[in-house]
């Protein structure tokens, strides 16, 4: 990779998302769209909400630009800025008024088969472009779910991107992950360590479109004799939020609840309010990924039977962590 001439491009794309925020807070603030503080969210101060928009701008963006130089399958290119427009759009016409869970939900499976489509006009497998179907709802609602105190869906997107840059060999996923990371970075002194900003559902859900594009490309550019090896490696940099939305969701299912609506029963919101900051559980939430993703790199050409138990110890420890996470003590919000 050419980095001189690479940077540039990264710092426009920090620059857009920076950009972004600074307008996105103005727009927010002039029309009052505001997230209110209540019982089911994380802190106690009105705080404009929408500020992914530079996020999103700046992606489809390089995904475009990455076409058109041919650093991108042009199916792929085509099908990232669609599927990025179809969740950001939803994303931002729910941030201003909100919209039916099933119809944002209607939105993220339309992206997911505008992936689909596009890995199959690459030349990927069928069953790539099935996991596609799956993967894009599902990393699009965790992200979203997951978004809840200050700095932690934007770091750990950014995190998560970086991991897939060093995972990616041909180097087609490390470019577009790179930007990404660059753009993540442009947003997050707006909403870190004290937020004047939230993402708002226009930014958290095109930060899960983008990290599952990045994986699909990652996947794809691996072939499939490489499959087995790579899977393993794609979960880690995404572990620490895969862990915590699956068990939360899977324990609210359990007791029945509207797993659909605004909480706060998360491991990350729980330990929250026990410890009355954010910025701890944001920087141990990124010590976690830092390390995921360092497993990653260094077991990168290791055997699948190790790097399967691997993710599997990590699961385990994950799920220890939430449980600890999870009890209830005193605290506050943020």
Not at 177 to 193: E, I, R
Not at 251 to 280: D, F, T
Not at 297 to 317: D, E, H, N, Q, Y
Request: glycine share 12%; proline share 6%; with cysteine.
């Amino acid at each position: 990779m050419d980095w001189t001439a690479a940077l540039p491009w990264l710092v426009a794309a920090a620059a857009i998302a920076a950009a972004g925020a600074w307008l996105a807070r103005r727009h927010a603030l002039r029309h009052g769209l505001l997230d209110q503080p209540g019982e089911r969210r994380s802190h106690v101060v009105p705080t404009p909400r929408g500020g992914g928009v530079g996020i999103v701008v700046a992606w489809i963006l390089a995904c475009a630009v990455l076409g058109i130089a041919g650093r991108l399958p042009v199916p792929l290119a085509v099908a990232a800025v669609c599927g990025t427009l179809l969740v950001g759009g939803a994303g931002y016409a729910d941030d201003h008024r909100p919209l039916s869970p099933w119809l944002r939900l209607a939105a993220h499976v339309a992206a997911g088969l505008v992936l689909a489509a596009g890995l199959l006009g690459a030349g990927a497998a069928p069953w790539l472009a099935l996991l596609a179907l799956a993967c894009v709802p599902v990393m699009v609602n965790v992200w979203n779910f997951m978004d809840g105190i200050d700095g932690l869906a934007t770091s750990q997107a950014g995190l998560a991107a970086l991991g897939f840059a060093f995972l990616s060999h041909g180097q087609q996923a490390a470019i577009p992950a790179l930007l990404l990371v660059a753009a993540c970075l442009g947003f997050l002194p707006f909403n870190f360590p004290r937020a004047r900003i939230f993402l708002g559902d226009v930014g958290s859900g095109a930060l899960g479109f983008a990290l599952a594009t990045l994986a699909m490309l990652l996947l794809f550019e691996a072939g499939e004799d490489a499959l087995p090896g790579i899977l393993p490696l794609t979960f880690l940099p995404v572990s620490a939020f895969l862990i915590d939305a699956s068990l939360t969701l899977a324990w609210r299912m359990v007791r029945r609840e509207k797993w659909w609506i605004a909480h706060v029963e998360h491991a990350y919101q729980r330990l929250a309010a026990r410890i009355g900051s954010h910025g701890p559980v944001t920087l141990a939430y990124g010590i976690w990924t830092a390390g995921a993703l360092s497993l990653a790199v260094l077991m990168a050409g290791s055997g699948f039977t190790f790097k399967l138990a691997v993710a599997a110890s990590c699961i385990a420890a994950g799920t220890l962590a939430w449980c600890v996470a999870r009890k209830p003590g005193p605290g506050g919000k943020n």
